[in-house]
């Protein structure tokens, strides 16, 4: 529930979203000469219920193909949602076995703080009842 006492929907589960870069991040191009225009792919192509968790960032089409842009380097969120928060990592994880993006970096340690640590504590809290 928000503080104004309004509820928004929800869903059961754990959800991941992992940030994709590409350089210049951290930094900005007017900083740092990091070309744009560089292809942003997926291969195999992604069906509709894939393509639902993909959010897009500094992007641009040029033609049929989706290319960088922009001047952070913040390419797109990839989320997922599953049952448990490993089963969330490995469907977030498995869409970008399919990226195909030069230079592009993401972490891969993604809600483990949480299930290794902090898990515990927040259903001890009763967050997750």
Not at 2 to 25: H, I, L
Not at 41 to 53: A, D, V
Request: hydrophobic share 40%; net charge negative; proline share 6%.
């Amino acid at each position: 529930m928000r503080k104004d006492g309004e509820k928004f929907e929800t869903r059961q589960g754990f959800s991941v979203g992992v940030v994709v870069t590409v350089p210049p991040f951290p930094y900005t191009r007017i900083q740092i000469a990091e070309p744009v225009g560089v292809p942003v792919q997926f291969s195999p192509p992604l069906n509709e219920k894939e393509i639902q968790h993909v959010h897009l960032g500094e992007v641009k089409r040029e033609g049929s193909t989706l290319v960088t842009a922009g001047i952070y380097g913040w390419t797109m969120v990839v989320t997922s949602l599953g049952n448990s928060i490993p089963d969330a990592q490995r469907q977030a994880y498995g869409l970008l076995d399919k990226l195909v993006l030069a230079n592009c970096r993401y972490r891969l340690d993604i809600g483990s703080g949480v299930q290794d640590a902090d898990l515990a504590l927040i259903e001890e809290l009763g967050f997750l009842s």
